[in-house]
């Protein structure tokens, strides 16, 4: 038993080298709880002009996470995403949290300021697909502007007009928030206890 952990562990040690591990990431220190191999989020997308768009950058996301933290679709009326009209500010989106336990994310409410993106934008479409993909990053626990030369939903000076969906950096940063790889290998000790 020991000498088979000692091997998975230094399988683990060669698997988290070999990981291209994203330089200077930067996270909030939240995220959702893990449940068993699959952390899934609930998720109620409200019906509307951008519904199309929102629902598109969900699955943005899914395609690249969803095999271990996944957004569902819900019609529950916690965990929103919605867009309001004349909202104060030049800010395009905003995150809204709730936090158990000092780290547990339980609920959200996304907002998109649908004056100012229909001001600012240059295709509409793009914009609220960058800005959904962008808030959508923080409920999964990314913080704004990493100090990064690669290209980042998560940046604040990105083009929202070309970045419209999760960038490779952006998936890595997320593997590590949900400790994909260490959670491999505490599966496979259960494993060996059967
Ligand atoms: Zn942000």
């Keep these: 038993m020991r000498k088979k952990i000692c091997v998975l562990f230094s399988i683990a040690l060669i698997l988290l080298l070999l990981i291209p591990m994203p330089a200077n990431a930067r ?78 994310i339980v609920q959200f409410e996304i907002v ?23 808030e959508l990053g923080h409920i999964l626990g990314l913080a704004d502007n990493p100090s990064t030369t690669s290209n980042t939903i998560m940046s604040h000076t990105r083009q929202r007009n070309i970045i419209t969906i999760p960038q490779p950096f952006d998936i890595e940063s997320v593997r590590i928030v949900y400790g ?12 060996d206890e059967v």
């Design 180 to 191: 994909f790889m260490s959670r491999d290998i505490i599966n496979n000790e259960e494993e």
């Design 27 to 104: 996270f909030l220190g939240h995220s959702w709880p893990r449940s068993g191999s699959l952390t899934r989020i609930p998720i109620n997308v409200g019906a509307g002009i951008w519904e199309g768009n929102m629902h598109s950058s969900v699955n943005s996301w899914n395609t690249h996470v969803g095999h271990f933290v996944r957004f569902e679709h819900s019609v529950a009326s916690n965990n929103l995403a919605v867009k309001r009209l004349n909202m104060q500010g030049s800010w395009f989106g905003m995150a809204y949290m709730w936090v158990s336990g000092g780290s547990s």
């Design 112 to 134: 998109l300021n649908h004056d100012h993106i229909v001001a600012q934008a240059i295709n509409v479409n793009n914009y609220v697909r960058s800005i959904m993909a962008h």
